[in-house]
């Protein structure tokens, strides 16, 4: 294939939570997966999402495993910009008792304190983009701008427990092991505390 025809598109919706400072790839020809860091390493980026990648494969298909899985079952960005657009609301959303949504990088932070593998609580909202089924519709997440929400009761006990018992049924797990005990939970007060803002 010849390298210098590909167009790249840098997407708007990079990796909102990442620490890695996004490089704008902009549209260009050449090379554009290929970055030269300021102390010489060469990086590479998804030639989609814009994301670095590393894995061998990757980096010979120009595109992050899950960008490709994506192209091979037929979804361009147009596809993905409508889906997305399909979540997207205006405002944060309420709960049916009336408690706003929470930020799906809250009950990240909750799930590495309580020892969740995050894998759970992505396979848990439908996979980073939220395109395959929710395992739980509590799950099931909007875009507010560049965040996703989803429903407060995720970050409840009861939530976090859904999340731990994934892991526990099904097929085995070896992350299983290393999981606390669901008893280890704190009480919803305790996990409500953590969702004051941080700053
Ligand atoms: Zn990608």
């Not at 996004?22 to 050449?30: A, M």
């Not at 089924?133 to 995720?154: E, T």
């Amino acid at each position: 294939m010849d390298e210098s025809t590909k167009v790249v598109v840098a997407t708007k919706e990079a990796t909102p939570e990442s620490k890695t400072p996004v490089v704008r790839l902009g549209t260009v020809t050449g090379k554009p997966v290929e970055i030269k860091s300021k102390d010489g390493k060469t990086l590479y980026k998804c030639q989609y999402c814009g994301k670095y990648v590393n894995a061998e494969d990757s980096i010979e298909n120009e595109a992050g495993s899950y960008c490709e899985h994506l192209r091979e079952n037929g979804l361009d960005d147009k596809a993905l910009a409508d889906i997305r657009s399909g979540k997207t609301v205006d405002k944060v959303p309420t709960d049916d008792s009336g408690k706003e949504y929470v930020k799906i990088a809250v009950v990240h932070r909750l799930c590495d304190k309580h020892n969740i593998p995050i894998s759970r609580l992505v396979k848990a909202f439908g996979g980073d983009r939220g395109l395959d089924p929710v395992l739980h519709p509590a799950f099931a997440f909007v875009y507010v701008g560049r965040a996703r929400y989803i429903s407060p009761w995720c970050a409840t006990t009861e939530g976090l427990a859904f999340l731990k018992t994934l892991g526990q049924s099904g097929s085995p797990n070896p992350e299983a092991k290393t999981t606390k005990p669901v008893k280890s939970v704190k009480p919803a007060t305790k996990v409500e505390e953590a969702l004051a803002p941080t700053k």
